[in-house]
C-alpha cells in the first residue's frame, strides 16, 4: 500500500542520500564506518525521523550494522556449521554473513517470492512446527507483523535446539505494547502502529513475552556499546536476544 507516509519517508531519504554523494565527491572526511560492507562513508543518509539511517555505500541501516558490531565484536556468536532460521531476509550482508559457514541455512518467509534470496522457502512462523532444529533464529521487524506473537515464540522455542538462541527486533517506543484488534483496517494500522501492515507496537515490555514463552532473554541496547563506535557507525535498535534454556 502506497501512503503519503511512504512517499514523504523516501523522499527525505532520496534527498540526504543525494546531497551525502554530493559531499563525498567534494571529498568531505570519511570519518564513518559501515561495519555491514566494511567501507568508510563521509554518514548515512536520513530516513523518516531518524538522521542517521542508511549506509550510503551499501544501504545498511542501523538494526543491520548493530547486528554486524555485536557479531564482530563477540557478543553474540554464529556456531560453525549450524543451522540458521533467516526470517524475512531483507538484509543482504546478513544473508551472505549467516549463510557463509551455516550447516543448514534457511531463509524463509511467508511470502517467498518477495526475495531475491537462494533457497527461499515459505514459512509460516504460527505454524512452524520444527523441533529443536535450529541454533540462531534471526527475526528483524517480523514479530510486529505476526497475528499471534505468543504462538510464534513458542514455536521458536520449540524450534530451537537446547542453548540455541534467537534474535529478535522490532520497532519500539517508549510506551507499553499495544495489540490491535485483528479487523483492523490498514489506514487505522498506520495511524497507531506506523505501518499499515503492523499489527501491534511493542515497548521494551517486549521481553515479557519472550520470557512468558520460556525463553531467557536479555535486551542488548545499542548505546551499550562504546560510545565512539556508537557514533562512528551510527548504531542505533535493541537486540532482544532470546535463549532456549540449555
Ligand atoms: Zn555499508
Not at 531483507?90 to 531463509?107: H, I, K, M, T
Not at 515490555?205 to 562504546?226: K, M, Q
Request: glycine residues 8%; charged residues 25%; positive net charge.
Amino acid at each position: 500500500m502506497i501512503t503519503t507516509q511512504r512517499v514523504l519517508k523516501a523522499l527525505s531519504k532520496h534527498g540526504s542520500r543525494a546531497l551525502l554523494r554530493v559531499k563525498t565527491a567534494l571529498g568531505a572526511a570519511k570519518d564513518r564506518h559501515c561495519p555491514a560492507c566494511g567501507q568508510d562513508v563521509a554518514g548515512f543518509f536520513r530516513y523518516g525521523t531518524e538522521a542517521e539511517w542508511g549506509c550510503i555505500a551499501c544501504g545498511a541501516s542501523p538494526r543491520e550494522r548493530l547486528m554486524h558490531a555485536l557479531l564482530d565484536s563477540g557478543r553474540i556468536t554464529l556456531p560453525n556449521g549450524g543451522a540458521i532460521l533467516h526470517c524475512a531476509p531483507n538484509e543482504a550482508s546478513l544473508v551472505r554473513r549467516f549463510s557463509a559457514g551455516a550447516g543448514d541455512y534457511v531463509p524463509a518467509d511467508i511470502d517467498p517470492a518477495r526475495y531475491d534470496v537462494p533457497g527461499m522457502q515459505r514459512l509460516d512462523l504460527m505454524a512452524m512446527a520444527d523441533e529443536a532444529r535450529f541454533d540462531r533464529i534471526y527475526a528483524s521487524h517480523v514479530m510486529e507483523h505476526v497475528p499471534d506473537d505468543r504462538l510464534v515464540l513458542r514455536n521458536m522455542l520449540r524450534a530451537l535446539k537446547p542453548g540455541g538462541e534467537a534474535w529478535l527486533l522490532v520497532p519500539l517506543w517508549k510506551r507499553p505494547s499495544e495489540d490491535g484488534p485483528a479487523d483492523l483496517s490498514g489506514r487505522e494500522r498506520e495511524r497507531r502502529f506506523g505501518q499499515w501492515d503492523h499489527v501491534r507496537q511493542y515497548g521494551r515490555d517486549f521481553s515479557d513475552r519472550i520470557a512468558a514463552a520460556g525463553l531467557e532473554v536479555e535486551l542488548i541496547d545499542a548505546g551499550s556499546l562504546p560510545a565512539d563506535q556508537v557514533r562512528r557507525m551510527a548504531l542505533a535498535d535493541t537486540l532482544f536476544r532470546a535463549r532456549h534454556p540449555a
